[in-house]
């Protein structure tokens, strides 16, 4: 594969680079291309079945279902039961992750955890299991090529920055980036439990930030300042995912000065529901 372009923005006065892998592919874009790079260079009659757990608007569930349908490999996503509305939805991640062969199974919440950490009991040799969000060592690999593109294009940047879910890609970028700043800052809960999760893969390195923001935010519910960062963010020409971005560029807004070069880590077919939402929302209170 080329390189992934590198795009320079203006967003309240700052100027930003951002290190464009949300056009490497549409379903298997930005950093769950970089995490699954290596399951992706696998020859497909080495598994039969790939087997993985989470959420059912999540990137990386498409992403896996996008690798499974080109290797024709059987991808069954465990998830807690989920509501009727996402069900018939004709868009978004979970839509489309479908109609790619992905099989869903519902596991009922209470039961949900153990079932999980069941699943790597009994595993076949055909058989591969993701941890949930693609959060695992292999990561590394393809995360190791991003870093190698970022030192080559010699840009006069010494900082990046990535938002958090797992902080699989934040993690491995800093530790393939030594000579580098990395910013990150958790989306999905807080930090305690983002370092505990980088921990079960590596050590944190010191180049690694973990910014806060001063207010609490909780993964995927409306914030209006979201939707405005996304919408200003949008005048770029480029557009940006509604969970993860905003919050990082509002922390990158408030917490530091120097220029940035951002990764942009795709995942945008999940704007069209969060779009509604806050549509809905602006309706509801008549803005
Ligand atoms: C998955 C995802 C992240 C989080 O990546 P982790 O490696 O799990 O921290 C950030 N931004 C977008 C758009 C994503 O899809």
């Known amino acids: 594969m080329l390189h992934s372009p590198i795009s320079k923005i203006d967003l309240d006065m700052r100027i930003f680079y951002i290190k464009r892998d949300d056009l490497i592919d549409s379903f298997l874009s930005g950093n769950k291309y970089r995490k699954l790079y290596t399951l992706l260079q696998t020859s497909a009659n080495k598994y039969s079945k790939i087997i993985s757990y989470g959420g059912t608007q999540s990137n990386a569930m498409l ?5 499974c349908h080109k290797k024709k490999w059987e991808f069954i996503y465990y998830s807690k039961p989920i509501n009727k509305k996402i069900k018939e939805q004709t868009f978004g991640n979970f839509y489309l992750s479908k109609k790619l ?14 079932y999980v950490s069941s699943l790597r009991l009994d595993l076949d040799k055909n058989t591969f299991l993701l941890d949930q969000g693609g959060a695992n060592k292999l990561a590394k690999f393809g995360i190791d090529i991003l870093a190698k593109e970022i030192r080559e294009s010699n840009l006069d940047i010494k900082s990046l920055a990535t938002p958090s879910g797992t902080g699989t890609t934040a ?3 800093a530790l393939a980036l030594p000579e580098y700043k990395i910013y990150t800052t958790p989306c999905v809960g807080d930090e305690k439990y983002l370092r505990q999760q980088m921990s079960a893969l590596s050590d ?3 180049n690694l930030i973990i910014l806060q923001a001063k207010k609490k935010y909780h993964f995927a519910k409306l914030y209006p300042e979201f939707y405005e960062i996304y919408k200003k963010l949008l005048t770029t020409k480029i557009e940006f995912d509604l969970l993860y971005a905003p919050l990082m560029f509002k922390v990158l807004l408030e917490k530091t000065e120097e220029n940035i070069l951002y990764i942009h880590s795709g995942g945008i077919f999940g704007n069209k529901s969060m779009i509604n939402r806050y549509k809905n929302k602006e309706r509801q209170y008549g803005k």
């Open 204 to 206: 944190i390195p010191e």
């Open 101 to 114: 062969g992905m099989k869903h199974v519902e596991i009922e919440s209470s039961y949900y955890k153990d």
């Open 63 to 67: 992403a896996i279902a996008s690798i």
């Open 171 to 173: 993690l491995y970028l």
